[in-house]
């Protein structure tokens, strides 16, 4: 059984451009959520995804935008990179409705230049 | 919204001995309360999870303590193992029925000494 997979591993990019993350959630797990961990520190919830709808958000500006998919996977889009940006962004995905538990992904590595 | 703080940042046990760490929550509506284990360069895991209803909550050598009135919730470990070894991050949330957001604290970087 497959857990949580993200692509890319790591991605470096340059100041101003756009960047796609991917999230594929544990077998079964039909909502996603994505956060942002900065080195050092713990991580920060971004927003939720649930029935292809954008659930719930945290204190992130509308630079970061996402999407979920019919087979429940997801994208975390990045416009206008800064350089504060650099993070490990993590995938967590959970059964749904009910259970909360959340399972995160390894996550991608996001260096911006 | 609600704010998580964890202490200590750093702590250091010999081998077999216990190590504890303590979180303080600030929203009386979160209602769940994970710990989560992040060795180097790994994703973090899911260790035990423990909701407003229950004051207490034991896995093997882990347990969780919550005191709602307080608002703190401890995560003990006993008879520690050099495996043991890893960054431990408290969070918190309030769940409706479903998974929300976690909000995290800053993590613990607990060191077994052998």
């Known amino acids: 059984d497959a857990g949580v997979t993200q692509s890319p591993t790591h991605l470096i990019k340059t100041r101003g451009q756009q960047v796609t993350l991917r999230c594929s959630p544990k077998?079964?797990?039909?909502?996603v959520s994505w956060y942002q961990q900065a080195l050092g520190q713990g991580p920060q919830f971004i927003f939720q995804y649930y029935e292809e709808e954008e659930r719930q958000r945290g204190n992130f500006p509308d630079r970061f935008s996402g999407h979920q998919f019919p087979n429940y996977s997801s994208e975390l889009n990045v416009n206008a990179l800064l350089l504060g940006d650099s993070a490990l962004y993590l995938c967590?995905?959970?059964?749904?409705?009910?259970?909360?538990?959340?399972?995160f992904g390894p996550g991608t590595r996001l260096t911006v230049t | 919204g609600e704010n998580v703080e964890q202490h200590p940042s750093t702590l250091s046990v010999q081998e077999g001995d216990s190590a504890v760490i303590k979180c303080t929550y600030s929203?009386?509506?979160?209602?769940?309360f994970p710990w989560y284990k992040q060795e180097l360069g790994k994703r973090p895991q899911l260790i035990i999870d423990?909701?407003?209803?229950?004051g207490e909550k034991k896995d093997q050598r882990i347990a969780v303590t919550l005191n709602k009135t307080a608002k703190h919730f401890s995560l003990h470990i006993t008879e520690t193992q050099p495996e043991d070894s890893a960054v431990y991050f408290c969070a918190a949330s309030y769940s409706g029925g479903g998974a929300d957001g976690l909000t995290f604290g800053k993590g613990t970087h607990l060191i077994i000494q052998p």
């Open positions: 929203d009386s509506a979160s209602n769940y």
């Open positions: 423990i909701r407003s209803n229950v």
């Open positions: 077998s079964g797990h039909d909502t």
């Open positions: 967590a995905s959970s059964p749904g409705p009910g259970t909360i538990e959340q399972y």
